[in-house]
Every structure is written in C-alpha cells, then in structure tokens.
C-alpha cells in the first residue's frame, strides 16, 4: 500500500515538472512574440566615423545585393579599404547587428600579422 502511494506522488511531481516545463517554454516564447520588435537590427543611420578620421585611404562603394521582394536589387553601402597588393592579404569586417559601420574604422588599422 506505501509503495503505491509513493508511485502515485511521483507520477504528479512528474508531471508537475513537465506542466512547469511547459509553462516556463510557453510564457519565453509569448514574451518573445510581443517583444520582438526590440530584436531586429536597426542601424543608425549617421555614421559617426570614417576611416580617413584614422587616416586611412579609403572609397565608398555599394554593392548590388538581390533581395527576395521581387527580383527588386538593393544597394549595401561599404568602404573598399586598399592594402599593399603585394601582401595578398585582405580584410573583410562585419560589423555586427548592434551598431553601423561608423562605429569600426578603429578596428582596421590592424598591425601585420605574423606569418
């Protein structure tokens, strides 16, 4: 009879756990459905800095980039920062989601790298 009891008690704590398992899970995903909005990257739109204030040479370029809103070819603004062309050595810095690209011309004076 005891053991019975004991089987029955840990059958609801089982459950109970998968019940707040599942309400835990749920409640993330409703916080992250109606917060969603403060997730999506949204760059500023001034850039703060350029690579000439850290005196580097420098082009402004846009790049041609296919966009899945009907064929419709969209522009990404980037700087072409030359390097020695005899190094055969080249930089691709991507800035991440949190700023634009104003915010890195300090990260591209980087020194040689050590062969």
Known sequence: MNVQRIRKQYKWFIAGLIA?????????????WVNQKYYIFMPQREISQTPADHNLAFEDLYLPVSSTNKGVIERMHCWWIPNDPLSGRYLIYLHGSAFNNGYGPAECTLSPAAD
């Open 20 to 32: 707040l398992a599942v309400i835990a899970y749920g409640s993330g995903c409703a916080y992250m």
